[in-house]
């Protein structure tokens, strides 16, 4: 039974170009959200989707940063025109749908973004 | 609004010797709560969580964590380290259940031999 998975684990990005990064939540899961860690730092909520939904946007940054979670396929972080300060960790988490949810997250390796 | 407090960034314990890694929080409303652990490099594995019934929840690897409503406190516990438990704890609260969890800033755990 598969986990979260994401993709790339590992990405080199230039100031100014594209990230795109891409979560596959669990078997059976159709909740997805996305955190991102700065070194030394917690865990920071950026964005809650369902399919086709965002349910939560309030920790995105107002530009440059979206996200989608599309009826079929995985959900992708895109971050346009990279900065340095964008360097972190991405997090991918997911859960079951459903009344009865006790909340809890299931986390992928996460995706680890380095600008030059 | 919900929140989460830990306090100590870096804790380090002698193996063998008790663990206590402290977690309070603020919420509107009774809140669930989780404490995840992090190795280098890796995703968070979940250690253990509350939500309703009985305070005291026993998690993976022999931690266990105490909910205390009146501290709003949701401290982890295990009575004898080892080398394997270094790694980064956080704790995290989602006030009703199907809302994102806040997570704390971590407490990295350090284990001398």
């Known amino acids: 039974n598969a986990g979260v998975m994401q993709n790339p684990r590992h990405l080199v990005r230039r100031r100014g170009q594209e990230a795109r990064l891409r979560c596959s939540p669990m078997?059976?899961?159709?909740?997805v959200y996305w955190y991102r860690q700065l070194p030394e730092e917690g865990l920071k909520f950026m964005v809650y989707?369902?399919?086709?939904?965002?349910?939560?946007e309030s920790g995105m940054p107002k530009e440059r940063f979206s996200a989608e979670f599309p009826k079929e396929g995985p959900s992708i972080l895109r971050i346009q025109q990279v900065v340095r300060g964008d360097s972190a960790a991405y997090f991918c988490?997911?859960?079951?749908?459903?009344?009865?949810?006790?909340?809890?997250?299931?986390f992928g390796e996460g995706s680890r973004l380095t600008v030059l | 609004a919900q929140s989460v407090t830990q306090l100590g960034s870096h804790v380090s314990v002698s193996e063998g010797a008790l663990v206590l890694l402290r977690c309070n929080y603020s919420s509107s409303v009774p809140p669930y709560l989780f404490w995840y652990v992090q190795y280098p490099n890796q995703g968070l594995q979940l250690l253990l969580k509350y939500t309703t019934g009985a305070t005291l929840v026993k998690g993976i690897n022999g931690f266990e964590a105490e909910f205390k409503k009146s501290e709003t406190s949701f401290h982890l516990t295990k009575p004898s380290a080892h080398m394997s438990d270094a790694a980064e704890y956080f704790c995290a609260v989602s006030d009703t259940g199907r809302r994102a969890l806040t997570f704390g800033s971590g407490t990295r755990l350090q284990v001398q031999p």
């Open positions: 078997k059976g899961h159709s909740h």
């Open positions: 989707l369902q399919k086709e939904n965002i349910i939560d």
């Open positions: 988490a997911s859960s079951p749908a459903g009344r009865g949810s006790t909340g809890e997250l299931f």
